[in-house]
């Protein structure tokens, strides 16, 4: 069993929900934010100036987000969004006089202007990038590309339909694993139930006969997979949300996340595992496709031997 | 008391110009501060057509933040520490 892919998928979910939970508090204090650019500076707050989440949340990064709300702010006043027409206003300008005070005033501001430029490079995409692609690629071990791909999965999620999903996947086999964990948060804050139901149906209809899913297969550990699947059947309602069943899959799922391998899953979830398999056979059988060697052949060797 | 140059932008609201900047493909681009509001600052492009200069929005981020960068540069040495 890969351990280090569990490590580095555990450590990828906790990053992404403390980014998810930084840029919910900088959009809720900061409203000149959306959502999209407070992810930005969520990551770019956790990644290049290493603050945790609880300092975030606690304050301690609010003089950097005033700057950067400022800045915000100019950008908002002066760039023309993307479906504004242009509008041209011509240059004509009268002379008036002010004192002396407000000329201090307006050097003021002109030195907080000059100020805060040093938190300029928070502002944009590519440099973000070139950021994240730095330093996630040591930290949680992803490659530039799907940087990009992440973004869109995690900026554009409503925008994206399931075909789109499954190409990302195919291109990025990689991805899987973050795919499974934006299912996960949106399942469970009952988002996009639809587009995870198509995405099975996709999966299921492809599972025997597309080529191209080769790649994903190879890349996705059993306790990934697992997950993947016990999710895909709590999304269809095979397992009804909140119900006992649900809460041991649950329960199953957090501690695959965990451990290392399946020796070390505790007695009573192999048991639950077991109850899985037998109970849905869907389980069953794309866990046994995976590859030679999966969950499915332990858990066979567990039982007795039993296919 | 000190003469300034105010202009009226398409919002309806006056704004002083406290600064030019003129990029290395020689567009300009003023700097403007809400006269009533001086927390309301805007960065507008310079056009030019025959009958005269016209003021519109950046294009992009990107812009924005090469002319950001370019103030930085002009007033290096003028930065406030906090």
């Known amino acids: ?307 | 008391m000190i003469d300034v140059n105010v202009m009226t932008l398409e919002n309806g609201k006056d704004y002083i110009i406290t600064d030019t900047i003129i990029n290395d493909n020689n567009n300009k681009y003023l700097f403007l501060v809400g006269k009533l509001d001086n927390n309301d600052i805007v960065i507008r492009k310079v056009i030019t057509k025959n009958d005269g200069e016209y003021l519109v929005k950046l294009d992009s981020e990107d812009e924005f933040e090469e002319i950001m960068t370019l103030f930085g540069d002009k007033h290096k040495g003028e930065k406030n520490e906090e």
């Open chain 1, 1 to 307: 069993m890969a351990n280090n892919k569990t490590d580095t998928l555990f450590e990828k979910i906790n990053f992404n929900s403390d980014c998810r939970n930084v840029a919910e508090y900088i959009v809720k204090k900061f409203a000149d934010f959306d959502l999209e650019k407070a992810m930005q500076i969520a990551k770019y707050l956790m990644i290049e100036e290493k603050y945790s989440r609880e300092a975030i949340l606690n304050g301690e990064a609010d003089k950097f987000l005033e700057k950067r709300s400022k800045i915000q702010q100019i950008v908002n006043n002066s760039v023309r969004q993307e479906n504004e027409n242009i509008i041209e206003v011509k240059l004509r300008t009268k002379k008036e006089k002010i004192s002396k005070k407000d000329v201090q005033k307006l050097a003021g501001i002109m030195a907080t202007l000059i100020l805060i430029t040093s938190v300029l490079g928070v502002t944009y995409t590519d440099r973000m990038n070139e950021a994240l692609v730095r330093n996630t690629s040591q930290k949680i071990d992803v490659l530039a590309s799907e940087v990009v791909v992440k973004d869109e999965i995690a900026y554009n999620y409503n925008e994206l339909t399931a075909d789109r999903i499954i190409n990302l996947c195919i291109d990025n086999p990689n991805l899987f694993d973050v795919l499974i964990y934006d299912s996960y948060y949106k399942i469970n804050n009952g988002h996009r139930l639809d587009t995870f139901t198509e995405i099975w149906n996709i999966l299921q209809n492809r599972l025997s006969n597309d080529e191209s899913f080769e790649p994903i297969y190879s890349k996705i550990s059993n306790k990934t997979f697992l997950s993947y699947v016990l999710n895909i059947l709590m999304i269809n309602g095979k397992i009804e949300q909140n119900s006992k069943e649900y809460q041991k899959c649950i329960g199953l799922i957090s501690e695959f996340a965990l451990k290392p391998s399946y020796e070390d899953i505790s007695k009573e979830n192999r048991v639950v595992l077991k109850e899985m398999l037998q109970k849905y056979q869907d389980l069953g059988l794309m866990l046994y496709k995976e590859s030679n060697k999966t969950i499915m052949n332990e858990v066979n060797e567990e039982m007795g031997g039993r296919k």
